[in-house]
């Protein structure tokens, strides 16, 4: 069975950093595109990074570009999502997700481009 746990939320000072897994269960993720999304209280959940089936190509939101890096470790079945000077506003749920594809190319930071998803992990940036 497909499972995928997310990890290394936390509280947060403004400026930190932290570093989110996705650890997936009962399948690799050789062929599956990885996305990191993200929902804040009373707001719609929202595309921060995706990552190619092969790490050849990603994308990031505005939001996050220059900060949040994301990474895959095929041989450890993780993903990452390094986050990097942290202001209030990244404060939120976050989410892995995936999409099974054969194709190589670039990943599509939207919800509907990613079938299977984890439970999350909350971020909270405060000091």
């Known amino acids: 069975q497909l499972q995928l746990v997310e990890s290394g939320g936390g509280l947060v000072q403004p400026g930190g950093s932290l570093r989110l897994s996705c650890a997936a269960s009962g399948f690799t993720l050789d062929y599956y595109d990885i996305g990191w999304f993200r929902q804040a209280p009373g707001k719609e959940r929202e595309g921060v990074s995706c990552?190619?089936?092969?790490?050849?190509?990603?994308n990031y939101a505005e939001a996050v570009k220059g900060r949040f890096t994301i990474s895959r470790d095929n041989a450890k079945n993780t993903v990452y999502l390094q986050m990097n000077s942290l202001k209030p506003e990244d404060t939120a749920v976050y989410y892995c997700?995936?999409?099974?594809?054969?194709?190589?190319?670039?990943?599509?930071?939207?919800?509907?481009?990613?079938?299977?998803w984890g439970q999350g992990t909350q971020v909270t940036v405060s000091s």
């Open positions: 990552i190619s089936n092969r790490g050849s190509s990603t």
């Open positions: 997700a995936v999409r099974f594809t054969l194709v190589l190319g670039s990943c599509v930071l939207g919800e509907g481009y990613f079938h299977s």
